[in-house]
């Protein structure tokens, strides 16, 4: 089934095409389902999923029918689109995608994948009965087909440098796109927004807009406790805030968000009986956050260390990059199968610009765990980290289950 899908949809799958205009066609063909549930759109440059889940938690744990729209999945289709905690029947996924895709060719109008996906899960949400849907905005904000969505809340995260070709050159002009989400009349929540101040502010009075800053709120020590990484705050206070607006202030319910468990973000496990670090940061900005949490991982297991990498062509090997990698006695930089990746030579000729003396080329991602393995089946004991990109770890992660 799930091949079926990804033929189904490699045709379109890695076009990217701005703009709402297909996507409200196609809205109207259905019926208008976007407007049969309430809508919070989540964006931002990181943190946008973390942050989508824990509201969406918030929601069902006061009792509300959620819907959660999320991207991308990690190893099923399934995955990005989300009802009370359960992720859509795969067959079900696949009546919903045909019938859009054919209905929609019998108006002659042809969807990108990403517009498909956005059509499928609002039908599946009003179907539903959905009384709320989070939806995590994908490719800047303005033009994302997610924006048809007549959202009474957004949540900006986070604001990087990212897509520079596409959302522009500055953090404020990326500001912009994202902030065009929000909607005439409705709340806004941030936190820090340093760099960018200017576009929130007149985003919020061209909408009358209410703001809120997420930094304001107090989250009770066992609260916090249950997170699991303290740098996941600031995703935390952003599903705070929203839940406290709506009135929701039961504590318990606070810390059944807390202890909502992205998968690979930050997540422990063992490989081998070698212990095993998974993390979706695939920019510098995350890196950043993420590196001193992995510090303390390498030096909590007092063992040697292995990285499983890949950098995609729209990010640079910059000095937080190569700082990062410098953390590790191993690096294994492979090539994935997607279109933004380095192929081998590219990622090969990064080596001479790191200064790591230990960086192994690997042609692909089945090889990689192929060397992966070489180095832990050694004398020298290992512990591993896997990051870079969420498409390295969709398709390593089945590999490592294999094993």
Known sequence: MERYLEDLLRQTQHTIKLGLENTVLAMEIFGNPHRRYRSILVAGSNGKGTTAAYIAAGLRGAGFRTGLFSSPHLVSLAERINLDGKDIDVALLKEYIDSTVTTCRRHNLELTFFEIMTVVCARWFADQQCEYAVIEVGLGGRLDSTNVHPNEWSVVTTIGLEHTQILGNTAEEIAAEKLAIVKPGTVLITGDATGWEKPLAEALKKNSATHIDSRGEDIAPDVHDALSYPFLEANFRHAVAFMRYLGVVDPAILRQMAAVRVPCRMQERTYKNRP????????????????????????????????????????????????????????????????????????????????????????????????????????????????????????????????
């Not at 940061?281 to 990285?307: M, T």
């Not at 990746?341 to 790191?354: K, Q």
């Not at 089945?366 to 990051?387: D, E, M, Q, R």
């Open 276 to 403: 095993l670090l998974l993390d979706a940061a695939h920019n510098s900005p995350a890196i950043e956050v993420i590196q001193p949490h992995v510090k303390e991982f390498i030096a909590r297991h007092n063992q040697r260390s292995i990285l499983v990498t890949t950098l995609l062509r729209d990010k640079e090997l910059d000095k937080t990059v190569c700082d990062f990698w410098k953390c590790f006695d191993v690096v294994i930089l492979t090539p994935i199968s997607n279109p933004r990746s380095r192929t081998s030579d590219e990622l090969f000729a990064l080596r001479n610009n790191c200064g790591h003396e230990k960086i192994f080329m690997a042609r692909g991602v089945g090889p990689s765990v192929k060397a992966l393995n070489n180095f832990i089946t050694g004398k020298s004991p290992f512990s591993v980290v896997v990051t870079g990109s969420i498409y390295l770890l969709g398709q390593i992660l089945p590999l490592l289950e294999e094993a």
